[in-house]
């Protein structure tokens, strides 16, 4: 173990130094001293299984830990590694942090705010002066339309996709085992099912890419008998069809060479240490009509399971091409999972990051339009993916348009990601994003898997509070005009107010001339 050696060289020192002050001059046991409390603190950095910064930074790894202890101020420009572009504001990752601990969401919470106070609410729920107490702290949600024979309740708050490959074996394991204690559902990613995903038993979405890992032939295409075969596995309750991803819409998945190691290979069918990247589109369907052929296809194979598709919605007309054919074929998916551009990823070219693919709110509110417009709404649940990390998101997603959410990065904090940037590099410093077998083995699964419990349960207890405290008993009940939006100084205005929200069947009678264009456009039998 080569992190062991340099303790293992003070160890010498300090027993080198102690012989001395017995043997030459007492004056050494100036050096033995200090030397033999740095090598057991090392030690004890070394064999501890709560902190993965120790584990694979003995004794230099308590410098972060002191400038915690230090001002915000002080933890913020010399702790946090991307002050300048930040998935979530300081104090939400806090809050992730210390869910995932169990030291918050407890009802005791410090005296005064970590938001500016001076700085006007961008927006906020409409409270009511009739508040109860929340008594459904774990509510779920059914995915299953008409013809699915196996429906699967799902949590208000899942674990997104992240394969096998571009996270660790152990950070896999961790989230699947706190998906399993928690109840909640872990989407593999599109890089397949790996021993990690199934060994604690986790409810699995089993992500179908355009590269169809872990159900493909020889030659990439999909492979039918292999995917009925693992569809049966009693773990995977859902299957999700990624179209693209909200990070880099428009590109297949990226696994650099490094990290794909002989274990990674099997699980997807690919060549050992080849990076390995997915087609843009997929190869078993080209059209509206196509995509929903193979959703009926995948829900027979895998026995009546639910079948939904993953997108980042791209634009209107593209999105009602899809509606229409679900009303040529009469086939409609059980769930749709919208991605929203501002979703994250180790791999993809910065330009795919900021400026392609529509952000969630957006995407969120178009596609519930679209199926509300064309009377479909009630067969189909939608999830909510991108920046996901408190009770106010799942809240505020519900109310444009989901029905459950699903977060990436904020799972990776509870397993113990610091966002280091490094996840291309195979040098995760805590373990999270690493292919390499001495950073991985600092994150210790007993510990983060109860991390990713804790920071699941508190997020969605504390959304079920926010909903009670609205005066309403249910996330259905729910409606566009309890969400504010601050326009611009005093000015603040609600869902309903800034947005369309079309009545159910609308776009099939007479739509709306915002929407009419689109609308006679889209083609299901191409992607308009």
């Not at 990624?242 to 990674?264: N, R």
């Not at 980042?312 to 409609?332: H, Q, Y």
């Not at 999270?432 to 083995?441: C, H, M, S, Y």
């Amino acid at each position: 173990m080569k992190r062991g050696v340099p303790i293992a060289l003070i160890w010498i020192l300090a027993v080198t130094a102690g012989w001395l002050a017995f043997a030459v001059s007492p004056w050494w046991v100036a050096a033995a001293v200090p030397l033999l409390l740095v090598a057991a603190v090392g030690t004890h950095d070394l064999i501890q299984r709560r902190h993965a910064i120790l584990r694979a930074y003995p004794i230099l790894g308590h410098a972060r830990f002191l400038m915690e202890e230090l001002r915000p101020e002080i933890r913020q420009y010399f702790i946090e590694s991307d002050t300048e572009d930040t998935p979530f504001p300081r104090e939400v990752r806090d809050i992730i942090y210390e869910r995932a601990k169990g030291t918050k969401g407890k009802g005791e919470e410090p005296f005064g705010t970590q938001r500016d106070v001076y700085a006007p609410c961008h927006e906020f729920l409409a409270h009511s002066l009739q508040a109860k107490f929340a008594t459904d702290l774990a509510p779920r949600v059914r995915l299953g339309g008409p013809d699915c024979t196996q429906p699967y309740d799902i949590a208000l708050l899942n674990v997104s996709a992240m394969s096998f490959g571009a996270l660790s074996a152990q950070a896999i394991e961790a989230l699947n085992t706190g998906a399993a204690l928690g109840g909640f559902a872990h989407d593999t990613g599109e890089g397949g099912m790996s021993p990690y995903h199934l060994k604690p038993g986790g409810d699995l979405i089993w992500e179908i890419a355009s590269a169809y890992f872990g159900c493909r032939d020889a030659d990439g295409a999909f492979d039918p008998d292999a995917f009925a075969a693992k569809a049966a596995t009693p773990a995977v309750k859902a299957i999700s069809i990624k179209l693209s991803q909200g990070a880099k819409p428009g590109l297949g998945g990226v696994l650099p060479g490094p990290k794909v190691t002989e274990e990674i290979a099997v699980t997807r069918g690919v060549p050992v240490g080849q990076t390995v990247i997915s087609p843009p589109t997929h190869s078993a369907f080209r059209t509206p009509v196509g995509l929903m052929e193979f959703i009926a296809t995948l829900r027979r194979l895998s026995g009546g399971k639910p079948v939904g598709f993953k997108l980042c919605v791209g634009s209107r007309s593209e999105f009602l091409s899809i509606c229409k054919a679900m009303l040529e074929t009469g086939i409609t998916p059980d769930f749709i999972i919208v991605d929203g551009a501002e979703g994250g990823t180790g791999a993809a070219p910065q330009e795919f990051e900021d400026f392609v693919g529509m952000p969630l709110t957006e995407g969120l509110i178009l596609v519930h339009n679209a199926l509300t417009g064309v009377g479909l709404r009630d067969r189909v649940r939608i999830g909510a993916s991108g920046k996901v990390a408190t009770g106010f998101d799942i809240v505020s997603r519900i109310i444009q348009g989901a029905d459950f959410t699903m977060a990436a990065r904020a799972m990776m904090f509870s397993v113990g990601c610091i966002q280091a940037r490094k996840c291309h590099t195979n040098h995760c410093p805590t373990g999270v994003a690493t292919q390499d077998p001495e950073r991985a083995r600092v994150l210790v699964v007993e510990d983060k898997s109860i991390r990713v419990r804790n920071f699941q349960q508190a997020t969605v207890a504390s959304a079920a509070q926010l909903v009670a405290s609205m005066g309403i008993d249910r996330f259905d009940e729910l409606t566009p005009r309890m969400l504010n939006r601050r326009i611009e100084g005093s000015r603040t205005a609600t869902y309903a107010e800034l947005y369309e929200w079309l009545s159910d069947g609308e776009l099939l009678n007479h739509p709306r001339q915002s929407w009419r264009a689109d609308w006679d456009r889209a083609l299901a039998d191409a992607f308009a």
